[in-house]
């Protein structure tokens, strides 16, 4: 956002609102998107990287109040609807989460649960690092509108319902973000158990293999054993070496 003074003293504004998108990549850069709104007197110019639809659904269907603030009612009804259609996207990424938490209560910590949850965890910063932005354009629109025509009742409400929703969105997407640094560390844990249960039974084998070997071992050295002159002999070790295995195993 900045303030410019044009060579006739014309005060404008340039605000720039942050817009969320998902993209499947899930790089950061292509996380946002902008609205750009140059302010006149008497004039409201919007830039935009791609088409939104919501921005001539609006204009198209909007009934001014006082045609003299058509720049004013003009800019605050689609910051409104930009932070309502926001607070929408965001209430839907609750559907990617509760989607990830039943993959991992189903299938476990699987390597496209990892990929999911870091894209919602960048997900979540692009979003947090978006409302953060945004507050502080309403600031500002909100400090020079007093410069530009005096704020009415009306005009103010719809400030103040702009604020309220988004601080709603900064209380939901800490949520989010909270939730998901647990369903991080629960995956931590389920893995960490895993791998202690693998080191477990591979210890445990270890142990159950040696046995077999220390009693052939006995029948490899140069004193009398049992069975060493029996035609099965062999077949009472490998009987013996295979109930003390089992008792170890057990």
Not at 8 to 28: A, I, Q, R, T, Y
Not at 133 to 161: S, V
Not at 184 to 211: F, G, P, R, W
Request: include cysteine.
């Amino acid at each position: 956002y900045d303030t410019m003074i044009d060579q006739n003293d014309e005060k404008s504004l340039l605000v720039s609102f942050l817009f969320p998108e998902v993209h499947e990549d899930g790089h950061l850069d292509n996380l946002t998107a902008s609205v750009v709104f140059l302010v006149f007197k008497n004039k409201l110019i919007i830039f935009t990287k791609q088409k939104l639809k919501f921005i001539p659904e609006l204009l198209s269907n909007m009934v001014l109040r006082d045609v003299n603030n058509f720049m004013e009612e003009v800019l605050l009804k689609i910051t409104q609807k930009d932070f309502h259609v926001m607070l929408n996207n965001l209430r839907g990424v609750k559907e990617k989460i509760d989607d990830l938490d039943s993959e991992i209560s189903t299938s476990g910590p699987l390597r496209p649960a990892f990929g999911n949850l870091l894209t919602l965890q960048k997900y979540m910063i692009a979003l947090s690092t978006t409302y953060g932005a945004n507050h502080k354009a309403l600031d500002f629109i909100k400090k020079n509108f007093t410069t530009i025509n005096d704020i009415d009742f009306t005009t103010k409400k719809i400030i103040d319902e702009i604020y309220d929703t988004s601080d709603t969105m900064d209380r939901i997407i800490l949520g989010y973000s909270q939730y998901l640094a647990d369903l991080e560390d629960m995956i931590n844990n389920m893995i960490s158990y895993q791998l202690n249960m693998i080191m477990k039974t591979l210890t445990e084998i270890s142990i159950v293999l040696t046995i077999p070997a220390i009693i052939f071992g006995f029948w490899g050295i140069n004193v009398d054993v049992p069975f060493e002159k029996s035609s099965y002999g062999v077949f009472a070790v490998l009987i013996i070496s295979v109930i003390l295995s089992l008792i170890c195993w057990f």
